[in-house]
């Protein structure tokens, strides 16, 4: 069974960067497509992106705007979210999380299609 663990995250101004990781175990990691969520204090959570097995398709959520990058290293079992030019409104709890091996890609966005947590790593951005 896949298990995940973020890392990464912390405190950073305005317009910083920071890069998250997703390390993951279980021999079928490369078979299973990765996404981000987040949640914010008395917010749903919400979709961020999600990348699939093998790397070809990425799908981003509006808001990204072109800010953020995932990428996966299967060799290392791990993914990636680089996030750019971080705004206050990113500030959120930031999971990972794995499909099932009977993935539907149409229900990429939605956290119901993800079967596999981590616990999460905060990102703080003050103005």
């Known amino acids: 069974q896949v298990q995940l663990v973020e890392s990464g995250g912390g405190l950073v101004q305005a317009g910083d960067s920071l890069r998250l990781s997703c390390a993951a175990s279980g021999l079928t990691f490369s078979r299973r497509h990765v996404g981000w969520f987040r949640q914010a204090p008395g917010k749903e959570r919400e979709f961020v992106a999600t990348?699939?097995?093998?790397?070809?398709?990425?799908y981003y959520a509006d808001f990204v705007q072109g800010r953020f990058t995932i990428s996966r290293d299967n060799a290392k079992n791990t993914v990636y979210l680089q996030m750019n030019s971080l705004k206050p409104e990113d500030t959120a709890v930031y999971y990972c999380?794995?499909?099932?091996?009977?993935?539907?890609?149409?229900?990429?966005?939605?956290?119901?299609?993800?079967?596999?947590w981590g616990q999460g790593t905060q990102v703080t951005v003050s103005s």
């Open positions: 999380a794995a499909t099932s091996l009977f993935y539907s890609e149409p229900y990429y966005y939605a956290a119901a299609s993800y079967n596999r």
């Open positions: 990348i699939s097995g093998t790397g070809e398709r990425i």
